[in-house]
């Protein structure tokens, strides 16, 4: 995952992400787009499970999903998720065996064009692959963007824009994709902000200079107001494979 281990965050994931009516928001696009309602759905990048198990019991989705994190995997097969460790770019599952292929937060973490092309061998004759990505146009409006100078264009390398995710996703074998926006708009508490960076919540972080990073982390703690206000922007895709799994 790009050289950034997820076992160490799988204790505190979910309290540093809350599950919120902005997080049901995203969900109902993503079930939407892909037409996940009562689908064969794989979900990669499963983290702890939550998404896999809200398709479960609110799309009524039978679900497999996979994550490269043996302790994100343990978390979610504690919510009945059928999640197992794996790996987007080599999936352990037979060709033509899905109808949607969905990841929420995750694309930047993978090689995308090997990922990209092992989805749609997963997916059956005009199955979808619906993703969920943060839109890089925004990282200027993320609440700890000033503290951290290099942040935004480390994650400008990660995370791909709408014009460049659609053409990876046609090279890989899929049609022009549907693309949405979406810009939602946060509070969190001071303290809730300060976990998020003394912990490295967010794996950016880890690829800070270990200078910018104590820096930035004190100056927070010094400056940061009692609530933190800001714009989240997202990127939704849906595609439809061109080509019968092989």
Known sequence: MNGVSFDGRAARYDELRPVDDQWWEVFDALVRLGTLRGS????????????????EERALARVWAIDAAPAMVEKARTLGVNARVGRAENLPFKAGWFDAVVARMAIHLLDRPTAFAEARRALAPAGRIVIA????ATFDDLWFGELFPSLADIDRARFPSAERLSAELVAAGFAAPTVEHKAQERTITRE????????KAYSTFELLPGDE?????????????EAVTY????????????????
Not at 192 to 199: D, K, M, N, P, V
Not at 213 to 223: H, N, P, S
């Open 40 to 55: 064969r759905v794989l979900e990669v990048g499963c983290g702890t499970g939550r998404l896999s198990q809200a398709l």
């Open 133 to 136: 990505t943060e839109d890089p």
């Open 192 to 199: 809730h902000a300060l976990e998020i960076l003394r912990t």
């Open 213 to 225: 990073y104590r820096d930035g982390l004190a100056q927070a703690e010094r400056e940061l107001p």
């Open 231 to 246: 714009r989240f922007g997202w990127i939704f895709a849906s595609a439809e494979s061109m080509t019968s799994a092989a």
